[in-house]
């Protein structure tokens, strides 16, 4: 029986590269507004060198972009930037269609819920708070829990402590295969691939199911309950 549902965050249940390009073309245009002499792609192409060198949640993406440029960091610009980021952040911080509506059904039908994300504690915190998840999950665990990154089967073994069920009864949902399908199949757990967040075109999935819409997870745990519960047993 699958009796809990541990998804990623960014990119399964939140579109979040959509809302992080969003996001740095309102800085960038904020940041230029208030006295950068350089042109937006120039702009973005050292952020996105910096932000592929420190990694996508580094906190001092904009600080280190004008030490760059101008060689000490201009707080005008900075705080311009900054505001601007924050404001269309939160603007395009949405759930994926029919998130909502399946978190729902799964508390209704009394499926325990986690999330497993890298991101760091504050991050995550802050983003499901912002979109009114913070009360909906069991358990979450973050980078900060473990200090290990998907697909060590760390992250995975904690989240189903805490969530008190076996790897057999718990089903992963992510988009990233290399990270969420193939660390949740290490440790014994069912999968599930978010094709609708792949952000990098995957042609070869080796998970257990594929979603178009996250709402076909609802079918896939009645079904799979329903074998599972007329299943002849051993003598």
Same mark, same amino acid.
């Given at each position: 029986?699958?009796?809990?549902?541990?998804?990623?965050?960014?990119?399964?249940?939140?579109?979040?590269?959509?809302?992080?390009?969003?996001?740095?073309?309102?800085?960038?245009?904020?940041?230029?507004?208030?006295?950068?002499?350089?042109?937006?792609?120039?702009?973005?192409?050292?952020?996105?060198?910096?932000?592929?060198?420190?990694?996508?949640?580094?906190?001092?993406?904009?600080? /280190? #972009?004008?030490? @760059?440029? !101008? *060689?000490?960091?201009?707080?005008?610009?900075?705080?311009? $930037?900054?505001?601007?980021? =924050?404001?269309?952040?939160?603007?395009?911080?949405?759930?994926?269609?029919?998130?909502?509506?399946?978190?729902?059904?799964?508390?209704?039908?009394?499926?325990?819920?986690?999330?497993?994300?890298?991101?760091?504690?504050?991050?995550?915190?802050?983003?499901?708070?912002?979109?009114?998840?913070?009360?909906?999950?069991?358990?979450?665990?973050?980078?900060?829990?473990?200090?290990?990154?998907?697909?060590?089967?760390?992250?995975? /073994? #904690?989240?189903? @402590?805490? !969530? *008190?069920?076996?790897?057999?009864?718990?089903?992963?949902? $992510?988009?990233?295969?290399? =990270?969420?399908?193939?660390?949740?199949?290490?440790?014994?757990?069912?999968?599930?691939?978010?094709?609708?967040?792949?952000?990098?075109?995957?042609?070869?999935?080796?998970?257990?199911?594929?979603?178009?819409?996250?709402?076909?997870?609802?079918?896939?745990?009645?079904?799979?309950?329903?074998?599972?519960?007329?299943?002849?047993?051993?003598?």
């Amino acid at each position: 029986m699958i009796r809990a549902v541990i998804f990623d965050l960014d990119n399964t249940l939140v579109d979040f590269m959509a809302m992080k390009r969003q996001a740095i073309d309102a800085a960038v245009t904020a940041m230029i507004d208030a006295g950068l002499q350089l042109s937006p792609e120039i702009v973005r192409a050292h952020i996105d060198r910096i932000y592929s060198e420190m990694g996508i949640e580094y906190q001092k993406v904009f600080d /280190q #972009l004008l030490q @760059e440029v !101008l *060689g000490y960091v201009d707080y005008r610009i900075l705080s311009a $930037g900054i505001i601007a980021y =924050r404001r269309a952040r939160e603007a395009a911080l949405k759930p994926y269609p029919h998130v909502t509506a399946t978190l729902m059904e799964l508390v209704k039908q009394r499926i325990k819920l986690g999330i497993l994300s890298d991101a760091p504690a504050r991050e995550a915190w802050l983003r499901l708070c912002y979109i009114g998840y913070h009360h909906i999950f069991d358990v979450v665990i973050t980078y900060d829990d473990t200090g290990e990154r998907k697909p060590s089967p760390r992250p995975f /073994q #904690l989240a189903l @402590e805490r !969530l *008190g069920v076996q790897p057999s009864e718990a089903i992963m949902v $992510g988009d990233w295969v290399e =990270r969420d399908i193939i660390g949740a199949k290490s440790v014994g757990m069912l999968t599930a691939f978010a094709r609708y967040g792949d952000t990098f075109g995957t042609q070869h999935v080796e998970a257990d199911y594929v979603l178009d819409d996250i709402k076909e997870l609802l079918e896939i745990i009645r079904q799979h309950n329903a074998v599972q519960q007329f299943e002849p047993r051993s003598p």
